[in-house]
């Protein structure tokens, strides 16, 4: 039988955001953006796509989007297409998850993130 198999990979964690909106004060208390109850809340939103499972696809996502001072998303874009079925899934995940913003000198301040989504069939 076959398992499927998710993987989530946070980019930006060991080379920092990819654009901060604004002049930072310093780079102390500098940190990202996180899924409200951490990456496994994430995966839990993640949907392997039918389709994709039926046939035994697999594809890597990338998503670009915007986490505001709210912990809000927008400006979600594909930076790195999977296929259609994984790109919609991908960014459906996003989408549903809750965020906490990034935070700089104990403040919350909006980012431009990305994350990758891995989609293998074991």
């Not at 930076?79 to 899934?89: E, I, T, V």
């Amino acid at each position: 039988m076959k398992i499927r198999a998710l993987t989530l990979v946070v980019l930006m964690l060991t080379v920092g955001t990819i654009g901060l909106f604004g002049e930072p004060r310093s780079n102390k208390e500098c940190c990202t953006p996180q899924p409200v109850g951490g990456i496994e809340a994430l995966e839990q939103n993640t949907i392997y796509p039918l389709l994709a499972d039926r046939y035994g696809a697999e594809g890597d996502v990338i998503v670009k989007f915007v986490v505001n001072e709210a912990g809000q998303v927008s400006n979600i874009s594909v930076q790195s297409s999977g296929g259609k079925l994984f790109d919609q899934s991908a960014i459906d995940a996003i989408k549903t998850t809750k965020w906490h913003p990034a935070m700089q000198n104990g403040e919350p301040v909006a980012v431009a993130y990305s994350q990758e989504f891995n989609y293998r069939i074991n």
